[in-house]
């Protein structure tokens, strides 16, 4: 078993000095992995270091029971994904503008998905995959969310890369499909 296993049984366990152990072991890849969900995406005051830190009292504010390391990090990029769209909405919410200043048109550089109703669209296509392909579903957490490769998506979905590939293509097309107004 690797350490960070190792640590989450403890934790399992209830052991708190594994929860000391297992931060610093985790938050440089967890950062990383917030960063490449937020790259681009213009989220105002949500960045990397935030999304972690709201990611891990959302992770171990109820009774953690993590199997492995791959179950701790799909809990990770699932609850990042929830805080994503939660930020989204609570931007989006925010009626004639709130406290936004006029910009003139030609002052605004063009960002892809960076509508809170792109984000919300997106969370409600991604549970109609879940619901009609939970593996589809879990290629794009992965890829999208938690920044892994195809060859770190197939080991832990326990498939080949070629069907981490097809399912990435399938899944961006019915995510499309489901969407096609978004702006992403």
């Known amino acids: 078993m690797g350490e960070l296993t190792v640590l989450l049984d403890r934790l399992n366990r209830g052991d708190q000095k594994a929860f000391d152990e297992l931060v610093p072991l985790v938050y440089q890849e967890l950062r990383s992995r917030a960063a490449f969900c937020l790259s681009g ?7 990397a270091t935030a999304l ?16 492995n390391s791959r179950h701790f990090y799909n ?16 931007r989006g919410a925010l009626k004639r503008g709130g406290s936004l ?3 003139e048109l ?8 960076d509508d809170p109703a792109d984000r919300e669209a997106l969370d409600a296509a991604l549970q109609e995959l879940r619901k009609a392909d939970e593996r589809r579903y879990r290629v794009v957490m ?3 969310f938690a920044g892994l490769t195809d060859a770190e998506v197939a080991r832990s979905l326990g498939v080949s890369e070629k069907t981490v590939r097809r399912d990435w293509v ?7 499909e489901k969407m096609p107004d978004a702006g992403g």
């Open 41 to 47: 995406k213009g989220n105002g005051t949500l960045d």
């Open 52 to 67: 972690v830190h709201e990611a891990f009292l959302k992770l171990v504010g109820h009774d953690p029971s993590w199997d």
């Open 75 to 90: 809990a990770a990029a699932e609850v990042m994904r929830q805080i994503l769209v939660s930020h989204a909405r609570a």
């Open 101 to 103: 200043a006029r910009v």
């Open 106 to 113: 030609n002052d605004v550089p063009a960002q892809v998905g």
């Open 142 to 144: 992965l890829r999208y």
């Open 170 to 176: 399938t899944a961006k097309l019915f995510l499309r």
